[in-house]
């Protein structure tokens, strides 16, 4: 009985360092402190042999994976390839990176999670965990991919509804922030490259998954959201 006690008045170390974890990829992604230049410098050289396209993919998973800035590849690939190449990196980069969050964040939250669902603060959570808010969210400008990935880990979110979501943010921003750099590969000064005209699109597609949202809620007030059920 007494290591029971032990056991539940033990802080909740994993879920603290997720949190950690978390907080700092936020603050790292806001300020933009990962040095892209470094990499590309290796890519000018390396870029057409077989190994530099599975290298920025395993660095963009792996950024994901520890909730760090992985777009920052976003550049690395829209200047050194073809848009549609690029996308193709960036998206098998971007969801392989972040199916391992998912896993990571969810074996770390193992226990604690438990307490977490009896929250009332979950049950909010999980109201907004549908596919099209998950959609929604994957496909809004500078949002951190992170919350993302480990909020779905920690909530249990279906792998389904999390991968396809994936799948449609990391092609949406892949294709217009990779094409949009390519583009302007020539341009002098590389920051006002991502200018409204590229990120309209993106909020425009934002805009339709919430509208969908809002009209399958008036449709099926009474649709049940069970978060262990593998659908979408």
């Given at each position: 009985?007494?290591?029971?006690?032990?056991?539940?008045?033990?802080?909740?170390?994993?879920?603290?360092?997720?949190?950690?974890?978390?907080?700092?990829?936020?603050?790292?992604?806001?300020?933009?402190?990962?040095?892209?230049?470094?990499?590309?410098?290796?890519?000018?050289?390396?870029?057409?042999?077989?190994?530099?396209?599975?290298?920025?993919?395993?660095?963009?998973?792996?950024?994901?994976?520890?909730?760090?800035?992985?777009?920052?590849?976003?550049?690395?690939?829209?200047?050194?390839?073809?848009?549609?190449?690029?996308?193709?990196?960036?998206?098998?980069?971007?969801?392989?990176?972040?199916?391992?969050?998912?896993?990571?964040?969810?074996?770390?939250?193992?226990?604690?999670?438990?307490?977490?669902?009896?929250?009332?603060?979950?049950?909010?959570?999980?109201?907004?965990?549908?596919?099209?808010?998950?959609?929604?969210?994957?496909t809004l400008p500078n949002f951190p991919h992170s919350v993302i990935?480990?909020?779905?880990?920690?909530?249990?979110?279906?792998?389904?509804?999390?991968?396809?979501?994936?799948?449609?943010?990391?092609?949406?921003?892949?294709?217009?922030?990779?094409?949009?750099?390519?583009?302007?590969?020539?341009?002098?000064?590389?920051?006002?490259?991502?200018?409204?005209?590229?990120?309209?699109?993106?909020?425009?597609?934002?805009?339709?998954?919430?509208?969908?949202?809002?009209?399958?809620?008036?449709?099926?007030?009474?649709?049940?959201?069970?978060?262990?059920?593998?659908?979408?």
């Open positions: 009985m007494s290591e029971v006690l032990l056991e539940k008045k033990k802080p909740p170390y994993k879920l603290l360092i997720l949190v950690a974890i978390i907080v700092t990829g936020i603050v790292l992604h806001q300020l933009g402190i990962l040095d892209w230049y470094r990499l590309l410098e290796v890519g000018e050289k390396y870029a057409h042999t077989w190994w530099f396209p599975p290298l920025v993919i395993i660095v963009k998973a792996v950024l994901y994976m520890f909730a760090m800035p992985g777009s920052s590849m976003y550049w690395v690939a829209g200047l050194l390839f073809t848009p549609l190449y690029a996308t193709t990196i960036v998206v098998i980069g971007g969801v392989a990176g972040s199916v391992m969050a998912y896993y990571f964040s969810r074996s770390m939250s193992k226990g604690p999670a438990d307490r977490i669902k009896k929250s009332r603060f979950f049950s909010v959570i999980r109201n907004h965990s549908d596919f099209a808010t998950l959609s929604a969210i994957r990935n480990y909020g779905s880990g920690i909530l249990r979110v279906p792998m389904p509804r999390f991968i396809v979501s994936t799948i449609i943010g990391f092609t949406a921003k892949g294709y217009l922030y990779t094409s949009a750099i390519h583009h302007a590969a020539t341009a002098d000064d590389l920051s006002d490259v991502i200018q409204m005209e590229t990120v309209l699109p993106l909020i425009g597609l934002t805009l339709l998954f919430a509208i969908g949202k809002f009209f399958q809620r008036k449709k099926l007030p009474e649709l049940p959201t069970e978060p262990e059920q593998e659908t979408l």
